[in-house]
């Protein structure tokens, strides 16, 4: 179970900081890489290539402003690429609209504007299909969650 994390600039890092967190609650091993589609497109294809070697299985790719690097990675992999819109300019809406918007066959999933634990909560989801550790844990967070949701919430709320 490897998750590769890709984003743009380190100007990125806190945002994609979430993705880690939610691979790390379930014990994912993961590896974070900065690298711009534009600014160093050879070592991008590089440690493409390297991380397939090595068994990656999902890859989280954060981008603000044109937001190509998931777009890119997707179009030299076969692997599921999670994208992360990173709010840069214009709310963020310029990078939600180039992620979300591949032409047909090249998919990228898509998460919410600097929303990069729903990433990584993903590629959780997405990797508990092959691996049924992975899915028991899933089963049990999302039972923790609703207990501990109705615990603080079930008996009204002062307003």
Same mark, same amino acid.
């Given at each position: 179970m490897k998750v590769a994390i890709f984003f743009g600039s380190k100007s990125d890092t806190d945002v994609m900081k979430g993705a880690a967190n939610a691979l790390k609650e379930f014990g994912v091993e993961y590896k974070a890489f900065v690298l711009s589609a534009h600014r160093v497109p050879e070592k991008l294809m590089e440690t493409l290539h390297k991380i397939e070697e090595e068994g990656f299985e999902v890859i989280i790719a954060g981008a603000g402003l044109a937001a190509h690097l998931p777009g890119v990675i997707a179009s030299h992999t076969t692997m599921p690429i999670i994208g992360v819109p990173v709010n840069a300019a214009i709310d963020g809406l310029d990078a939600l609209y180039s992620i979300v918007q591949m032409p047909k066959s090249i998919p990228v @999933?898509? #998460?919410g504007i600097n929303n990069s634990y729903n990433a990584g909560m993903? @590629? #959780?989801?997405?990797l508990s299909i092959k691996y049924? *550790?992975?899915k028991d844990k899933l089963k049990n967070f999302r039972k923790e969650m609703k *207990?501990?949701?109705i615990k603080e919430n079930g008996e009204g709320v002062e307003l």
């Open positions: @999933a898509t #998460v993903l @590629a #959780v989801q997405m049924p *550790e992975l *207990e501990k949701f």
